[in-house]
C-alpha cells in the first residue's frame, strides 16, 4: 500500500476538487463492547428489562419485596451505599418495567441502565487521519483542528455501518473497482442485462461495476483519480484492516464514468450515465438487485435544460441528487453553479466545512441554494492502483453528504422527499453557515440515522403446528411470520398461564419456538413480539393465540341397557361413564362390521344407524341408541361390537344379534313342528 502524492489539481471544466497533499495513517483499534441486549430509550442505548432503581426509605424490607414480586424481579443488585440498585426483569421489558416501578410511592427514582461505550471505531489504520468522520482536535491532516468538528461517523456506526440493500452511482471519473479498499463495495450486475442509452443497445455482463458514457461500454474504470477519491469517502471498506474507511463500512457503489482522464466531460455523456442509472434499476426491479437511490455529483459546469429534465427524471425513479455547490468561493444565489443550483425537488446541494468548523475558503454558498455543509477540506481517501492521498474541494464534501444518505437507507424505507428532509433536519446548527444555507448548519450523520423514522412491522402471523386442545407432554412448534417494516425480524416469545406472562425466549433471529408445557392448563396463551432486527428498542407488534393443555381421560366404562344375545329389532341403548382427564367429554360411537370398524350415526341399510368411515369426534351425548331390523341371509350368528373411544383410550362391548331368515330359522336352526291331524266336519 502506498500514498500517493499529487500537485495542485484546480477546478478543470466539471470538477470541483482542489489540491492533494501527501499524509500517512496511524493504527487505532476498535474498542468497547455491550454486555447482553440492549434497547433503545429516550435516544440511547439501555440494557434490556433492567433498571437502577432507589427507595425512598431503605429500611422496609418489606415494601421492596412487595415491589420487586410485581416486576418479577430476577435480579437485584446493589450498587452502592446510597441505596441504588439494579434490577432484572424476567419478563418485563425495560419500559415496561420504568412505568411499574415509577407508579409506586416507595420508588424515589427509576431510571434505565444506559450502555455506556466508546463510541465504534473501525480498524482502518488511517482513521484517526479522517478528522471529517471523528475530530478530535489532534489529528495531522488537516492541521489539528477543533474537536467535533465532524459529521459523527463513530455514533452513527453504534446504530449501523450500512448495507447492501441500496446502490449509489458515483457519477464523475469513473472508480477504480480493483482497489483492495473498494473491490468489497463495489457493485457488481447480477445477471446480464441489456440498456439503450444513447440510441445504442448496450449489453452489460453479469460482475461488471456500471457504465463508461465515453466508450458506451460497462467498464467504468477510473483513468484519473477524482471518482475513486469520492468512493473511498462513500464507501471504503470499514474494519477491514487497510487503509481508509468510508461513511459506509459495507455498501454498493455503482461506477457512472462520464469524464475523462483529463478531469472533464460533457452534459450529454452525463446525461447517458444517469439514463444507465435509471434503465438499470428498472431492468432488476424485481429483485432490487440495481437499487440506485443516490446519486452522487461532484462536478460543475453549465446550464443545461437536458441535464435538468435528466435530474427530475432521476427524482421520478427514486433518487437523491447530492451536488457539489462550487469552489470558487461566490454566493451562488447571484452568481448559480450548476447542477447545484438547479431547483429540482430531489438536489441537496453541499458547501465544505473545515476542521475547525468554518466555511472552506473555497467553497461556494447560498442562503437560498445550498442546503448544508460537510467536511471537504483535506480529506483523505483512496486513489487508484492502491494508492491514498488528501484532496480539498466541495467535490470532498459531496460524497460525505453522499454517503449519510446511503447510510440512513440502510436501516429505514424513506421516499426520496423523506430521505432529503432528514439530512437536512438533522444537521448541527453552527455560526458559520447560519445565512449562507438553507439549513445553516453542517451534516451530523448521527442524528440523521438516529432520528431516521424507522418502519415498522405491521402484521404478524402466528400458527402452531398441531390444533387445540392437546394433552400434556405435547410439544408444539409455532411460527411467527412477519409483514411489513423492514427485515430481517427478531421474534421474543411468551406464555400466559392464566395468571402471569412469562418471557420463553429473548430477542433473537428464530420466528419459531418448540413448546413443551410441563403443566395441563387450559388457560394457556402463547405470545410473540416481532421488531425489525436494526431495532433495538421495544417491540413494534405483538399477536397471542390461546391454546389448551389438557390431560386426557384415565379410563371409561360403556354398558348396554340390555344383555347380549338380542333379537333382530330390539333397541340397545350404550351409556359410556369416562373418568379422570378433564370434562366436559366428548364422544365417538362406532359398529363393528366384521372387517373395520364404522361410525354410528344415521340410517343404514341393515341398521337404524348409518356408518361411516374416518370416525370424528363430537359433543353429542355419552349414550347412543341402535335398534337392528335387518334378515340376514346366511344361517350364522352375527355379533356387533360397539366402540366408545376416549383420547387414546378405546373401550369395546359386545351384543350378539341373532338374524330372524325368512324360512322361520333362526341363527340357521330349524324349529321342529309338531304335525296335527287334520279334522273333516261333517
Same mark, same amino acid.
Given at each position: ?31 468497547? #463492547? ?415 440515522? #438516529? ?130 382427564? #378433564? ?5 365417538? @360411537? ?20 348409518? @356408518? @361411516? ?70
Amino acid at each position: 500500500m502506498s500514498f500517493h502524492v499529487r500537485g495542485p489539481a484546480w477546478p478543470v471544466v466539471a470538477l470541483t476538487t482542489f489540491a492533494a497533499v501527501f499524509f500517512l495513517g496511524f493504527q487505532v483499534s476498535s474498542q468497547g #463492547q455491550g454486555r447482553g441486549r440492549v434497547v433503545r430509550v429516550n435516544g440511547y442505548d439501555a440494557a434490556e428489562g433492567e433498571v437502577l432503581i432507589k427507595y425512598r426509605d431503605d429500611r422496609v424490607a418489606a415494601n421492596h419485596a412487595d415491589i420487586e414480586a410485581a416486576a418479577d424481579a430476577d435480579v437485584v443488585e446493589s450498587l452502592d451505599r446510597r441505596g441504588g440498585r439494579r434490577m432484572r426483569s424476567r419478563r418485563l421489558r425495560t419500559t415496561e418495567l420504568m412505568a411499574l416501578l415509577a407508579q409506586d410511592p416507595d420508588v424515589e427514582f427509576v431510571e434505565p441502565n444506559y450502555v455506556l461505550r466508546v463510541d465504534a471505531s473501525p480498524n482502518d489504520p488511517s482513521f484517526p487521519s479522517l478528522w471529517g468522520l471523528f475530530n478530535t482536535g489532534l489529528n495531522t491532516v488537516g492541521g489539528g483542528g477543533v474537536a467535533g468538528a465532524d459529521i459523527d461517523a463513530p455514533g452513527a456506526w453504534d446504530i449501523t455501518t450500512g448495507s447492501r440493500a441500496n446502490v449509489v452511482a458515483i457519477v464523475d471519473t469513473g472508480v477504480d473497482y480493483n482497489h483492495p479498499d473498494l473491490a468489497a463495495n463495489m457493485w457488481s450486475a447480477p445477471a446480464s442485462f441489456q440498456v439503450t442509452v444513447g440510441g445504442m443497445t448496450i449489453t452489460c455482463q453479469a460482475g461488471t461495476h456500471g457504465f463508461n458514457a465515453i466508450t458506451r461500454t460497462c467498464d467504468p474504470m477510473d483513468d484519473q483519480y477524482h471518482g475513486t477519491h469520492v468512493a473511498g469517502t462513500i464507501g471504503a471498506s470499514g474494519n477491514n484492516g487497510a487503509g481508509v474507511v468510508g461513511v459506509n463500512w459495507t455498501a454498493s457503489m455503482m461506477g457512472i464514468k462520464f469524464m475523462g482522464a483529463s478531469g472533464s466531460g460533457y452534459t450529454s455523456d452525463a446525461v447517458l450515465g444517469l439514463e444507465f442509472a435509471m434503465q438499470a434499476k428498472t431492468v432488476f426491479a424485481s429483485t432490487r438487485g440495481a437499487n440506485v437511490r443516490v446519486l452522487s455529483n461532484s462536478w460543475g459546469g453549465g446550464s443545461s435544460q437536458s441535464l435538468v429534465n435528466a435530474i427530475n427524471a432521476a427524482n421520478g425513479s427514486d433518487m437523491l441528487f447530492v451536488a457539489a455547490a462550487g469552489n470558487n468561493g461566490t454566493n451562488n444565489d447571484v452568481s448559480p453553479h450548476f447542477p447545484s443550483s438547479y431547483s429540482t425537488p430531489n438536489m441537496v446541494a453541499v458547501a465544505s466545512s473545515d476542521n475547525f468548523d468554518q466555511r472552506s475558503s473555497f467553497s461556494n454558498y447560498g442562503a437560498s441554494t445550498v442546503h448544508l455543509a460537510a467536511p471537504g477540506s483535506a480529506i483523505l481517501s483512496t486513489l487508484p492502483g492502491n494508492s491514498y492521498g488528501v484532496l480539498y474541494g466541495t467535490s470532498m464534501a459531496t460524497p460525505q453528504v453522499s454517503g449519510a444518505a446511503m447510510l440512513a437507507l440502510s436501516m429505514c424505507q424513506l421516499t426520496t422527499a423523506q430521505l432529503k428532509s432528514l439530512l437536512l433536519g438533522s444537521v448541527d446548527p453552527l455560526p458559520a453557515f447560519s445565512g449562507i444555507t438553507t439549513t445553516g448548519g453542517r451534516l451530523n450523520v448521527r442524528a440523521a440515522v #438516529q432520528n431516521c423514522p424507522y418502519p415498522k412491522v405491521t402484521s404478524v402471523t402466528l400458527t402452531p403446528d398441531v390444533a387445540s386442545p392437546k394433552a400434556l407432554g405435547t410439544t408444539v412448534t409455532w411460527t411467527a411470520v412477519a409483514g411489513g417494516g423492514q427485515g430481517p425480524f427478531e421474534y421474543r416469545w411468551y406464555v400466559w398461564d392464566g395468571t402471569a406472562s412469562t418471557m420463553v425466549q429473548n430477542w433473537s433471529s428464530s420466528n419459531t419456538f418448540a413448546w413443551t408445557p410441563g403443566t395441563a392448563n387450559p388457560a394457556y396463551q402463547v405470545m410473540v413480539q416481532v421488531r425489525s432486527a436494526w431495532n433495538t428498542g421495544a417491540a413494534e407488534i405483538s399477536v397471542s393465540k390461546p391454546f389448551a393443555i389438557v390431560l386426557y381421560a384415565s379410563s371409561v366404562t360403556l354398558t348396554p341397557n340390555l344383555t347380549a344375545p338380542q333379537a333382530p329389532g330390539t333397541p340397545v341403548t350404550w351409556t359410556a361413564s369416562a373418568a379422570g382427564g #378433564q370434562a366436559p367429554y366428548q364422544y365417538r @360411537f362406532l359398529v363393528w362390521g366384521g372387517s373395520a370398524w364404522w361410525e354410528a350415526r344415521a340410517t343404514h341399510p341393515m341398521l337404524d344407524v348409518q @356408518f @361411516f368411515k374416518n370416525p370424528r369426534f363430537s359433543a353429542a351425548s355419552a349414550t347412543i341408541t341402535i335398534t337392528t331390523f335387518a334378515l340376514f341371509a346366511s344361517t350364522f350368528l352375527l355379533t356387533q361390537y360397539f366402540q366408545f373411544t376416549l383420547g387414546y383410550s378405546p373401550v369395546k362391548a359386545g351384543v350378539m344379534i341373532t338374524p330372524r331368515l325368512p324360512s322361520g330359522r333362526v341363527g340357521g336352526f330349524r324349529p321342529r313342528r309338531r304335525r296335527s291331524r287334520r279334522r273333516r266336519c261333517c
